[in-house]
């Protein structure tokens, strides 16, 4: 798992910048305008309220990736110079649940009583909020960082784009 000593957030952040430098939007206000994100969401990002670190959400950075036609997973790259486009509209959330299924399953964690006790604590409420299709809970960036050291992967192997099965 390399990171660059950076966790994910720091390394979303750092990315989002090289997209608006990349397309020439260099204020909050004018990435605001291009993503359709309002610029209070997009500030508080950067700012630390009382000292803590505002994370986006991956349904937020969805539609910001849907602007900049790249898969969300992307922004967890350290230093993404970008070159792929997507073509499709992101879904983090449905990303992440394939991956964890998969990843689980390739660390003899095939059994969702398995992921839950050794993944989440025991914590089956949690689990199933995340893993639910239709009005699941978003998992906070933080919490797939600690997933992926679980599995001793990256964050991007977490929400990379999935293969359709035709």
């Known amino acids: 798992m390399n990171t660059n000593g950076k ?41 630390k309220n009382g000292g803590k670190q505002v994370c986006p959400r991956l349904e937020t950075l969805d539609k910001l990736c849907d602007a900049f036609l790249i898969h969300t997973s992307e922004l967890f790259i ?40 050794t993944l989440f604590d025991n914590d089956s409420n949690r689990y199933y909020s995340y893993m639910r299709k ?12 600690y997933l992926a050291n679980k599995l001793d992967t990256t964050t991007y192997e977490l929400l990379k784009p999935i293969k359709e099965v035709i």
């Open 7 to 47: 966790g994910s957030i720091v390394i979303v952040l750092d990315n989002i910048r090289v997209l608006g430098k990349i397309h020439n939007l260099n204020t909050y206000r004018r990435l605001s305008q291009y993503t359709s994100i309002p610029i209070s969401t997009i500030g508080s990002w950067y700012s």
């Open 134 to 145: 239709s009005k699941g809970r978003s998992i906070p960036i933080p919490e797939i960082d």
């Open 78 to 117: 350290p230093e993404n110079q970008f070159s792929v486009e997507s073509k499709g509209k992101n879904d983090s959330m449905r990303c992440f649940r394939a991956n964890l299924s998969q990843l689980s399953t390739d660390n003899a964690l095939a059994r969702p009583k398995d992921r839950i006790k």
